[in-house]
């Protein structure tokens, strides 16, 4: 299992494992190295203004989202499209798969934003690198809050061990408050575990390549009943268009 502390590891872990975890000084370190980061406290901020997500099968009240889509080509802008659901086959997500979800847009500066800029311009330069015959990516971003409450727990991953059916997959950390679990852990194919770790500090981060692995996060709970807890990630999906 790869557990990343240096950037210039990131594109040789994935080749070699499909998959890589990167501590958080390390994956800012990277980050930064494609832009700036300089509206940080207020990127991480907007996830206290997500929606709830009204999908989940449970009726569970647990979940927080907001979505974007955005296109780029291998070099160039990222631009954002306009807005659309979000649509998994049901071989990939057996709980809302087939189903066009809509949710929430991300709000527009924090679209246009200099954090969410680096973050995609780091995953293209680094899916790109992996797949330099793409000549254009289709993104999607999506804001979660999974939310845990003494009378709820927080399901990160509802629909269990999955792949997202996409290319690559960026898992990164924004907060985690007042909470129990929410471990990472990713799966060869045939469910087989490779390797687990608790994201615990922003910028932690999990990248994955979706067609060689699969991935699930264990349920949240709180450390402290009588106090809200929750655990806030950015996932960012690359997928050849």
Not at 65 to 93: C, K, L, M, T, W
Not at 165 to 181: C, E, H, K, T, Y
Request: proline share 5%; aromatic share 8%; net charge neutral.
């Amino acid at each position: 299992m790869s557990i990343a502390t240096d950037r210039r590891t990131l594109r040789q872990a994935l080749v070699d494992e499909g998959f890589v975890f990167v501590v958080a000084a390390a994956m800012r370190d990277a980050l930064e190295a494609r832009g700036s980061l300089t509206d940080w406290d207020r990127f991480a901020a907007s996830w206290n203004a997500l929606e709830v997500d009204s999908y989940l099968v449970d009726r569970g009240r647990y979940r927080r989202r907001r979505h974007a889509v955005f296109a780029a080509a291998a070099s160039g802008a990222i631009v954002r499209e306009p807005d659309q659901p979000h649509y998994q086959g049901a071989e990939y997500n057996s709980l809302f798969g087939g189903i066009a979800r809509w949710f929430a847009p991300v709000d527009r500066d924090i679209a246009d934003g200099a954090s969410l800029t680096t973050i995609l311009q780091f995953c293209r330069a680094l899916f790109g690198g992996l797949a330099p015959a793409a000549a254009t990516w289709r993104i999607e971003v999506h804001q979660f809050r999974i939310e845990a409450r003494a009378d709820e727990a927080g399901q990160p991953t509802p629909e269990g061990v999955h792949r997202d059916g996409v290319d690559f997959v960026l898992v990164l950390l924004i907060a985690r408050r007042n909470i129990v679990s929410g471990t990472t852990t990713v799966y060869a194919i045939d469910r087989r575990p490779l390797g687990s770790l608790t994201l615990t500090t922003p910028f932690d981060a999990v990248l994955v390549d979706d067609a060689r692995v699969c991935h699930g996060v264990t349920p949240v709970t709180p450390v402290n009943p009588e106090q809200p807890g929750h655990r806030d990630v950015l996932v960012v999906t690359f997928k050849r268009s």
